[in-house]
């Protein structure tokens, strides 16, 4: 049975376990926020850019870019797989893994070849051992634009060489604070269709476009594939400090449980040790 002194020693280690894991709630919380106000911003931007480029794909067929056209051969695909650089999240990482695997088991038999990306250092770490990974990114702790077009011109500089022909993104949707979803995007090659989809709208009155299609489309191809992109980060992001603020706040429940036993279980060996001492001076008084 272990001493009164090592129960509370114990009592003392999950109390500072817990102070940690309270700390780290609070952190997870108040990113939470930010991320949230961030993807929240987004989301609108994203819909009417979708929409815009789904209509002119669609009415303006003879305006073309080298990211709209599917190429005829269907080699290699790339997957682009986002997780976080930090654990302590439930199984956030793991549900983006098994989803990873499930695309390239449904979606791998149409290809050649499969590679993977990485962003953030879990999904690299889970890759690196099983499947070829081209290009990792880690250190991404507060998300920018600027990584988004990082990564959208890795991918577009591949598919315009002809060194993939399909690119898909895996990440983690931020449905709410206690819910996220294991989502996956077609990025490469863009659809018109697709877009429209997404947006769930489109722009029914006639419109005229300066100077032309095909200069409008230079410029919003690029944007869209950057901000698909952007968006995925954002909902993964916001997703990661959520999952992680819901298993800190789960953490903390269970060591306020294991400080109430482990305070009973001191209390009980205390008690015990005073009757024991108690029933040895009884004794020793009878005996003289």
Request: glycine content about 4%; hydrophobic content about 45%; overall charge neutral.
């Given at each position: 049975m272990p001493s009164l002194k090592d129960i509370k020693r114990r009592i003392g280690t999950v109390e500072n376990t817990q102070q940690i894991t309270s700390a780290m709630r609070m952190v997870s919380a108040a990113k939470l926020r930010r991320a949230q106000n961030a993807i929240l911003a987004a989301r609108p931007y994203a819909q009417k850019m979708y929409a815009t480029l789904g209509e002119i794909g669609r009415r303006q067929t003879d305006a073309e870019h080298p990211l709209l056209q599917a190429h005829e051969s269907q080699t290699v695909l790339e997957v682009v797989v986002v997780s976080s650089d930090r654990g302590l999240c439930g199984a956030f990482n793991a549900n983006a893994m098994k989803m990873a695997e499930r695309v390239i088991a449904e979606r791998g038999p149409a290809f050649d070849k499969i590679v993977i990306s990485t962003v953030g250092r879990k999904s690299a770490e889970y890759f690196r051992k099983r499947r070829e990974v081209v290009r990792s990114w880690t250190g991404l702790a507060?998300?920018?634009?600027?990584?988004?077009?990082?990564?959208?011109?890795?991918?577009?500089?591949?598919?315009?060489?002809?060194?993939?022909?399909?690119?898909?993104?895996?990440?983690?949707?931020?449905?709410?604070?206690?819910?996220?979803?294991?989502?996956?995007?077609?990025?490469?090659?863009?659809?018109?269709?697709?877009?429209?989809?997404?947006?769930?709208?489109?722009?029914?009155?006639?419109?005229?476009?300066?100077?032309?299609?095909?200069?409008?489309?230079?410029?919003?191809?690029?944007?869209?594939?950057?901000?698909?992109?952007?968006?995925?980060?954002?909902?993964?992001?916001?997703?990661?400090?959520?999952?992680?603020?819901?298993?800190?706040?789960?953490?903390?429940?269970?060591?306020?449980?294991?400080?109430?036993?482990?305070?009973?279980?001191?209390?009980?060996?205390?008690?015990?040790?005073?009757?024991?001492?108690?029933?040895?001076?009884?004794?020793?008084?009878?005996?003289?």
């Amino acid at each position: 049975m272990p001493s009164l002194k090592d129960i509370k020693r114990r009592i003392g280690t999950v109390e500072n376990t817990q102070q940690i894991t309270s700390a780290m709630r609070m952190v997870s919380a108040a990113k939470l926020r930010r991320a949230q106000n961030a993807i929240l911003a987004a989301r609108p931007y994203a819909q009417k850019m979708y929409a815009t480029l789904g209509e002119i794909g669609r009415r303006q067929t003879d305006a073309e870019h080298p990211l709209l056209q599917a190429h005829e051969s269907q080699t290699v695909l790339e997957v682009v797989v986002v997780s976080s650089d930090r654990g302590l999240c439930g199984a956030f990482n793991a549900n983006a893994m098994k989803m990873a695997e499930r695309v390239i088991a449904e979606r791998g038999p149409a290809f050649d070849k499969i590679v993977i990306s990485t962003v953030g250092r879990k999904s690299a770490e889970y890759f690196r051992k099983r499947r070829e990974v081209v290009r990792s990114w880690t250190g991404l702790a507060n998300i920018g634009f600027a990584d988004a077009v990082e990564i959208a011109t890795h991918l577009s500089d591949r598919y315009q060489a002809g060194e993939i022909d399909h690119a898909v993104i895996i990440y983690n949707e931020f449905v709410s604070a206690m819910t996220q979803r294991s989502s996956f995007d077609q990025l490469l090659p863009l659809s018109a269709e697709d877009q429209i989809a997404e947006a769930g709208e489109a722009t029914a009155m006639p419109f005229e476009i300066e100077p032309d299609a095909t200069a409008l489309l230079n410029v919003l191809v690029p944007q869209a594939l950057e901000f698909s992109i952007y968006r995925a980060l954002l909902e993964n992001q916001a997703g990661e400090h959520a999952a992680r603020m819901t298993a800190m706040e789960s953490a903390t429940r269970n060591t306020e449980d294991l400080i109430k036993s482990l305070t009973l279980k001191y209390n009980r060996a205390r008690q015990a040790a005073i009757t024991k001492e108690l029933v040895e001076i009884v004794s020793g008084a009878e005996a003289l």
